[in-house]
Each structure stands twice: as C-alpha cells, then as structure tokens.
C-alpha cells in the first residue's frame, strides 16, 4: 500500500520551498567546511560512541547490527551538513529526504529499525557537536527534529493503523509537516516577520485553511476536517510559547511554569481527540512559528556574537521534541508490553524503574555544570566529555534495563525520562538555553536504544542469577569510572589547551 501521490506531491513541493526561500530572504550559504578542530575533535567521541555501539551489537547478536549502515548514514550526513553554514532549517529538509528513501518511499511496509537506527546516528552527530562555538548551534535541534517527526511518525502509523486506515493516517502526518514547512519558510519574509502578531494570525489562518483543503482535495476524506483544527491551534500554541519565551528574565519561573502547563494541555487535548497520531500533527505544527523568529536571532547572533537561541524559539523546540518523544514512546509499550491496558506503575519493578528515571533526571543539571568548561580553551576530553557521558549513560541505561527488567518496568523507566525530563527541562537551573535540550535528548537517545535493542529483554528472562551478577558487576564498574571522570572534569582542572 502506498499513499495518494498529491501529498507526497506537497511535501516535495513544500521541502523545495523550504530549501530555497532562506536563500531569497538573506541566507548565503559558505561552501567551504566550517569545522573547527574542536568539533572535530567531538566528532571523533561521536564517532567513537557509535562504534561502541556497533560492537556491542555485534557481540551480543543483535537484529540491530544490521543497521548499522543505517546509523553511520545520519551521524555523516548530520556532520557533512553540519559543516556548511546553510540557512537555518535547510539540513533537516535534506535530512527529511533520506529518512524519505530509508523509510522505504511511501510503503506501507517500512523498515522500522532501519529509520531508527539513521535517527540514532543524527542525534548522536547532533550530541557531539553540541559542545563549543558553532555558527548554528543554536538551531541545531530543528535540524533534527524535521527528519524526527517524519521517522518517527512513520514508525508509529505504521505499526498501529489497520490496512484501511494507514494512509489516512500518514497522509495527515505529510500534510502536517508540508504546511509547517512552507509556512515557516513563508513567515521569513519582512512583511511578516515586522509585527509578531500579523505573523502568527496570518501563519495560524492559513495553516488551517491548507490543513482543510488538503483534507477535502488530497486526501478526500472531508470527516477528518477537524484535524484543521488542530494544525491551526499547534501553529498558534507555537507563536504563543515564543512570545512567553520573550518576557523579561525576572518573570522567567512564573513564565515557564504557565509554558509546561499550555504543552500539558495541548498534549492531553491531542491526545484525547485525536490520539497519538495528534501528538506528532502538533509536533510539526508548533514548527511554523520558528521562521522568522530564528532569522531574527540569527541576525542578532551576528551582531552581538553570541550562539544562543531565544528562550522563545527554544521552547518551541522543547515542546515539538517531548511530543515526538512522547510517540516514540509509545512504540516501545506497543511493541513490548505484554499488558495491553499500559504500563501498571504499582507494580514492584515498574514502581523501582520509575524513580530511577526520576533520579536521573533530577541528577542531570548538576552533571551538566560540572561539564561546563571553565574557559574557552579545553582539551580533547572536555570538548568531547559531554556526549561521551550522555552516549554512555544512555547506552548502559537501556541495555540494563532491558536485561534486568521486564518489558513493562522498561516502559516505567523510560516513561519517568520523558514526563520528568520536560520538567527539568523548562523549570531547571541551566546556565545556557542550549544544554536545556539535554535531557530530552537523552531521554530519546536512551528510548532508540531500548527499540533497537529489544533482544536483551528475553536474554534476560531466561539468564541465571550468576550471569545477571556478572553483568551487574561489569556494569557498577564502567558506572564507577564515569563517576570518577565526571568528577575529575568537575574539579576545575585545566589541561594543555588545543591548538
């Protein structure tokens, strides 16, 4: 089964607009690589991550060892990309089209762990460059986030939907992610991007207007409108958590408490009227607001030097990753949980997993500040120590817990990352709007590797006491030496500088 061709049509058509209006509207491209040696250097630890990775797949016999080509495709395509100074938005819109053919190119048989295994190697590429001065770090995260949607919601309508309805379903997802493009290319223009609330009526009005009509003429399915609906109200929430983002800073707690409770209860609405399929809808939906107010920033970059992101333009960001990683989720407790009413949190394990994940989250501000560098000077390790310590928590975390616990505590665990992380998220104490990405980065990173690793839950069913207290203690020992190196990269002390 494939899906009507008009829409693929429109997302083609929307992606090319989206690759050339940045250029008509300022954007010049430097087509020479603008890697430093420090991102290089942090390439290497990424590089080396994903090779861990591998041999850790390989050794244990892993269906995902077979991906891997898969994986080393988006970690070279997210750092060959990241290496060209392009207008913000225009690497994820390429990155869009590789997920497209890996994908499978609009089957309805879609090679699931291939698409995982391509978004695991983007956001381990995106991880080891998050550290130190880049031209756009600040807007790296949208480049991750178009092929995360698109992947994501591919792997999940695809699973869930029944034979008659898949196309309905991944229709709405293309038409979703074609307005948010177009739009969010559109609203770069001057005459929009002069008067914020123009922007956002014009770009709410007529994302609706385009949801419906693609509704009534792409997909013919005029009981769907009111999926218009919500297209039009996630592009508006979008505008709205960016101009809360705006508020003067001694506000700020105030502010991000009222934005955690707009995405919870955009996310409860969508949920419930249009269930998980809506979460990814509003997903891309808050992504049209991120036009012009990522050309103002980028602007203001220039001017003033710095790299970081409004907190307005953040939160939009933060808000679109809890939702796609919301839905990857809940392919997890689909595919793995034995109980079909969900995850039962009283239970013993599921119950233990949960604070586990609390924990780790609640820990993660304060890992974050004993990595900050102390100075613009680092050495190797400490350009690179960051997304090691991540990759390696992540790595660790799912692989145990797939072994040591069910399928269901698994769930529990992952669960605590997600609905503790967004808290963290908005209302932790981060030096810099950049690391408030982390831990939802985290949390997706560790949530891909448990899917792709789905293999150790069984091993571990069927392990003995001696083999589980084996592991366990291989496990204390690597834990240990982390602790010690983050400690040691805490301390303050400073190594020869890079050349």
Request: proline content about 5%; charged content about 5%; glycine content about 10%.
């Amino acid at each position: 089964m494939t899906i009507a061709s008009p829409l693929w049509t429109g997302l083609v058509l929307a992606c090319g607009a989206g690759l050339v209006l940045p250029f008509m509207t300022g954007g010049k491209p430097v087509w020479r690589w603008q890697w430093t040696a420090a991102q290089i250097q942090q390439l290497v630890w990424g590089g080396s991550l994903l090779g861990l990775a591998a041999l850790l797949a390989v050794g244990l016999h892993l269906a995902a060892a077979q991906t891997l080509g898969f994986a080393l495709a988006g970690f070279a395509a997210m750092a060959l990309l990241s290496g060209l100074s392009l207008p913000v938005g225009v690497p994820g819109l390429l990155l869009v089209i590789v997920a497209f053919f890996i994908g499978g190119a609009g089957d309805a048989q879609i090679p699931i762990q291939n698409v995982q295994a391509y978004l695991l190697g983007l956001l381990l590429a995106q991880l080891a460059l998050s550290e130190g001065p880049s031209p756009e770090r600040s807007s790296r995260w949208l480049e991750f986030l178009w092929p995360a949607i698109f992947g994501v919601g591919s792997i999940w309508i695809a699973l869930t939907s029944p034979q008659n309805g898949w196309a309905n379903q991944q229709g709405l997802l293309l038409l979703s992610l074609a307005i948010a493009v177009l739009l969010r290319s559109v609203s770069l223009f001057p005459v929009l991007s002069e008067s914020k609330i123009r922007q956002a009526l014009f770009v709410s009005i007529t994302s609706g207007l385009l949801a419906w009509l693609g509704i009534q003429n792409a997909l013919l399915q005029p009981n769907l409108s009111p999926w218009a609906f919500l297209i039009a109200g996630g592009s508006l929430l979008g505008f709205g958590l960016a101009a809360l983002g705006s508020v003067s800073s001694s506000k700020m707690v105030g502010i991000r408490a009222m934005q955690l409770l707009l995405l919870g209860l955009a996310t409860l609405v969508a949920s419930r009227l249009f269930g998980s399929t809506g979460w990814l809808v509003l997903a891309a939906s808050l992504l049209s607001a991120t036009g012009s107010v990522a050309g103002k920033a980028a602007a203001s970059n220039l001017q003033t030097g710095s790299d970081e992101p409004p907190a307005g333009l953040s939160v939009v960001g933060l808000a679109s990753l809890f939702l796609v990683g919301r839905v990857l989720l809940q392919t997890f407790i689909v595919q793995f949980n034995p109980n079909v009413t969900g995850i039962n949190i009283t239970h013993p394990y599921a119950s233990a997993a949960l604070y586990v994940g609390f924990a780790v989250m609640l820990l993660l501000p304060s890992l974050l500040k004993a990595t900050k560098p102390a100075s613009e000077t680092q050495t190797a390790l400490s350009h690179g120590f960051l997304p090691v310590v991540l990759g390696a928590i992540a790595l660790l975390s799912a692989g145990l817990a797939n072994y040591f616990l069910h399928a269901e505590a698994t769930g529990s665990f992952l669960t605590a990352l997600w609905v503790t992380g967004i808290g963290v998220t908005l209302l932790g104490p981060f030096t810099d709007e950049q690391s408030r990405f982390v831990p939802l980065q985290l949390a997706f990173l560790t949530t891909l590797i448990c899917l792709l690793s789905p293999e150790l839950i069984e091993a571990g069913n069927l392990a003995e006491k001696n083999e589980k207290l084996w592991v366990l203690t291989g496990a204390f020992i690597v834990y240990s030496a982390l602790a010690l190196l983050i400690q040691k990269q805490g301390s303050g002390r400073q190594a020869v500088p890079v050349a």
